[in-house]
């Protein structure tokens, strides 16, 4: 028996799901699977966009844990430090211990339990990263784009000024300067972001330069925006990525730069305390190799912010483009 | 003896289009450019990327630009907004609402812009920016001129989406511009251009990116658009049939100057300018067996904008040049033809005797 054409349709359809109706739409919808007419379409928002390719980036969800454990430990570090800041155990003193059930992660030359004084010493470590890293970003992407968008002689006078910072030594900056400033946190933070925009700035410069030639920013002006807008609505949403990425390393080398410091001893000193100080005590550890742990584990503190944080980086980055979800 | 030939039908509609622009005339132009010339430095030299060109241009009315590559379409649009480097060198009149628009200030430019005369840019994909939404553009778009809660922003947006005809537009305007089609995106631009009603609408090749069935929709978008808004348009483009499609009148350009100008079945059907009878004897026609035959070419490349030939700029590739009179001395103005035609060729009354081009 030979079907009508309307009957061979009706038979087809449901098999090939449900089917766009008209010609144009069939014509015109390469379209996301949940948007094929027929089943039900999702309108999602952007946060969820957003959080779904987050979370596609396993190391970066990793990280963001282990992060946000480490910051609540050291911020709480009241609540679970084992022992008072600075406490010092009186049978102990004047020699380290190893880790034991009662000190996690042993005691300190002076006879502090190592544990807590990791947690304690990470409030000031942290907030030294966060802070630099956001201020740094904020000086350097207002330079970049700046320098990137206007061109010419802004261009000239900014990217010279970048240089001249860059080629400044850091280190011997830091001790003359910390000697004015007095040797506080919030110095530290002055400093160090001063010295460290200048990396974000040449790269959102380079970003913005290229960008700033897109048809889309020619759109934006044809559209009547105003420069400040096209920089801050059309431009540096575009550069979201990689300013993402270098403040998280600005976080990381802010961290490093404190330790280091401290470490040679022209940063913060006792009984103030940081990852860097600890590492600066752990003297004993240079002639006693079974003291490792003195340095082990505000090393490795130090290590997994630092990585942790790069990896939040990616994944941001990620999270950031759109064109990520496909 | 060869005017006696002419179809009379023709003069008919002659003497109907001459009404027809006659009436369009008595009105107000929307928008007005007065002798425009745009000059960019360089180190090779000065380049003249537009040689005094005006034309008028009245509400609801749509205005084809047609031209090859680098005679100075896209540098004519973007001088009337103001959106040319600032190397340009531009002179001449822009009258808009009153005001010349060459050498006003950016600020007040920046009004203008986007709200009373908008662009729609020929690679939407390009021109469409890839981190936000469609809906978050084309609201953004609106919100750069006008004050607006966000649910009206947001109603306001679907109803554009619709209007250009983008299906379940409430889904769409959540979508990114690289999770639509070429098509959608092209109209995606058109919703953005016309978020604020503008009076003037310039197209700047809005569908050479397309192929023919996206483009024939794409066209029919900006007419629908016309019947609402009485927006006037002009259109750009180097496709004589997107031009004969939609444009009420045309101006034809050459190496940065007007050739000819005039309404459009004048142009197509009587052109009077011997670049404008090669351009329309290079199309391929149905009516016509071919054979082992090419399509007619306009012989030679367009001049070089720093170099321009003496007299008239398509001398030396027009079949019709006399070498010994003036197309190599003088340069050729604009004459009037009658019923609203010009053309810019010392030849233009007599061009209708001389034998056809494609033959």
New interface residues.
Partial sequence: MTQSPRQLREEIAPAMGAMPNTA??E??????PD?V?GAE?V????WQLFRRRFFRHKLAVISLVLLVLIIIGCFGAPLFAPYPKNHVDALLIADAHGPSLKHWFGTTDSGQDLFSQVLYSGQISLEIGLAVAFFSTIVGVFVGALAGFFGGITDQLLSRLTDLFLVIPEIAILAVALQYLGRSGTSFIIILAALGWMYIARIVRGQVLSIRE???V?????????HK?IIL??IL??C?GPIMVNATLAIAVAVIAESTLAFLGLGLQPPNTSWGILLNQAESAVTDPAKIYLVLFPALMLLITVMAVNFIGDGLRDA????STH | MVDALEPTSLHTEAVDHHHRIASRDDREPMLSVRHLKVEFPTDDGVVHAVDDVSFDLAAEETLGIVGESGSGKSVTSMAI?G?LPKSAHVEGEVIFAGRNLVGLKQKDL??????RI??V?Q?AL????????VGAQIG??IS??HDVSKEDLDDRVLELLDLV?I??P??RS???P??Y?G??RQRA?IA??IANDPEVLIADEPTTALDV??QA?VLDVFERIQDRTKTAIILITHDLGVVAGVADRVLVMYAGRQVERGDIDHIFYNPRHPYTRGLLASLPRLDRRYGHERLHRIKGQPPSLIFLPSGCAFNPRCPYVDITGPCVRDRPELQELGAGQLSACFYAQTLEEREPIDQ
Avoid: C, W
């Fill in positions: 144009l739409v014509a015109e919808l390469p379209m996301a948007l007419p379409p309108a999602r928002s952007n897109k048809e889309f020619e759109a934006a002006r044809a559209s009547g925006a105003s807008r609505r059309h949403p575009n979201i950031f483009d759109p064109q | 907004l959106l920046r009004e203008v812009r986007g709200d908008a662009m840019f690679d390009a021109a469409l920016n890839p981190v936000f939404t953004e778009a750069v001129h005809g299906p379940q409430r889904q959540a979508q990114y690289h999770e089609s098509g959608m631009m953005m251009a069935t996206i929709q």
